[in-house]
């Protein structure tokens, strides 16, 4: 049984950073992609980033690209996301994602994680 769980989410003024995490158990994703998905209340879940098994290939929606880093450490089964210069507009539940494709854009989700909220204050 593969699980995803996420944390380091909450509440955090407007510039501000936080740093999410997605543990991944139950195996070890060796191939394919990881990433991470936004939904604010109301909306559609959307794509946020995404990174391969090396961690040598990302991709991130153009909403985040050059605020927010996805990175990963294989020895702790685990991919983080590094959100700066936060936005009210970021504001959403965050779910990781993880796919047995190597796609980088995560069309093709296997596994989601629970959420975690994250709150920018303006």
């Known amino acids: 049984q593969v699980q995803l769980v996420e944390s380091g989410g909450g509440l955090v003024q407007a510039g501000g950073s936080l740093r999410l995490s997605c543990a991944a158990s139950g195996r070890t994703f060796s191939s394919g992609a990881m990433g991470w998905f936004r939904q604010p209340t109301g909306k559609e879940r959307e794509f946020v980033a995404a990174?391969?098994?090396?961690?040598?290939?990302?991709y991130y929606a153009d909403s985040v690209k050059g605020r927010f880093t996805i990175s990963r450490d294989n020895a702790k089964n685990t991919v983080y996301l590094q959100m700066d210069s936060l936005k009210p507009e970021d504001t959403a539940v965050y779910y990781c994602?993880?796919?047995?494709?190597?796609?980088?854009?995560?069309?093709?989700?296997?596994?989601w994680g629970q959420g975690t909220q994250v709150t920018v204050s303006s």
């Open positions: 990174i391969n098994w090396s961690g040598g290939s990302r």
């Open positions: 994602a993880a796919s047995n494709r190597y796609d980088l854009r995560l069309r093709y989700v296997d596994y």
